[in-house]
T-cell receptor, first 114, second 112 residues
Framework: NAGVMQNPRHLVRRRGQEARLRCSPM?????VYWYRQLPEEGLKFMVY????????ESGMPKERFSAEFPKEGPSILRIQQVVRGDSAAYFC????????????FGPGTRLTVT | GDSVTQMEGPVTLSEEAFLTINCTYT??????LFWYVQYPGEGLQLLLK?????DKGSNKGFEATYRKETTSFHLEKGSVQVSDSAVYFC???????????FGTGTRLQVFP
């Protein structure tokens, strides 16, 4: 069984460009979570999505960041007009149902903004 | 607000030594508690969990007991191996939300 897949694993963007991070959940999982890990810090929750719905976006910055999880295809985390402070590792996790507590993590995308 | 505090690393041990990584939490309500492990270049893997007070989670020789009176969930292992070298994250999840709240992580380095 394939685990949670994220691509790309490494992404380099210049300031002002857009970054698109993709996450394919485990087979049969319809709940996706995005977390951000800044250097030397723990993971911080960003957003929780189900298919075609944003359930909790309390951790998302108010500007430049958006997320979607369409009916078909992977979940996308989009960062517009990136700045150096966006450099971080972005992790996606999935679970099969709400309240299941166990989240399965992908390997992460390491974004570097130059 | 809700938070998790872990001891700072790195923790450096010789093989077969005893391991303790401290974790305390602050939460409104009754959280579930977790330990995740991150090996170099990989995502996080669930190591163990406990969902109510006095529960003991265990896996691969690691143990942690949910202590409500001290709001703690310390990770222990009786005899570490070189292959245990990784970053360990303590986390909580509240019953009314699915998001995980993580500590900053503790790096463990085990030498032969």
């Amino acid at each position: 069984n394939a685990g949670v897949m994220q691509n790309p694993r490494h992404l380099v963007r210049r300031r002002g460009q857009e970054a698109r991070l993709r996450c394919s959940p485990m087979k049969g999982h319809s709940h996706v979570y995005w977390y951000r890990q800044l250097p030397e810090e723990g993971l911080k929750f960003m957003v929780y999505l189900q298919k075609e719905n944003i359930i909790d976006e309390s951790g998302m910055p108010k500007e430049r960041f958006s997320a979607e999880f369409p009916k078909e295809g992977p979940s996308i985390l989009r960062i517009q007009q990136v700045v150096r402070g966006d450099s971080a590792a972005y992790f996606c996790a999935s679970s099969p149902q709400q309240g299941a507590y166990e989240q399965y993590f992908g390997p992460g995308t390491r974004l570097t903004v130059t | 607000g809700d938070s998790v505090t872990q001891m700072e690393g790195p923790v450096t041990l010789s093989e077969e030594a005893f391991l303790t990584i401290n974790c305390t939490y602050t939460a409104t309500g009754y959280p579930s508690l977790f330990w995740y492990v991150q090996y170099p270049g990989e995502g996080l893997q669930l190591l163990l969990k406990a969902t109510k007070a006095d529960d003991k989670g265990s896996n691969k020789g690691f143990e942690a007991t949910y202590r409500k009176e001290t709001t703690s969930f310390h990770l222990e292992k009786g005899s570490v191996q070189v292959s245990d070298s990784a970053v360990y994250f303590c986390a909580l999840s509240l019953t009314n939300t699915d998001k995980l709240i993580f500590g900053t992580g503790t790096r463990l380095q085990v030498f032969p």
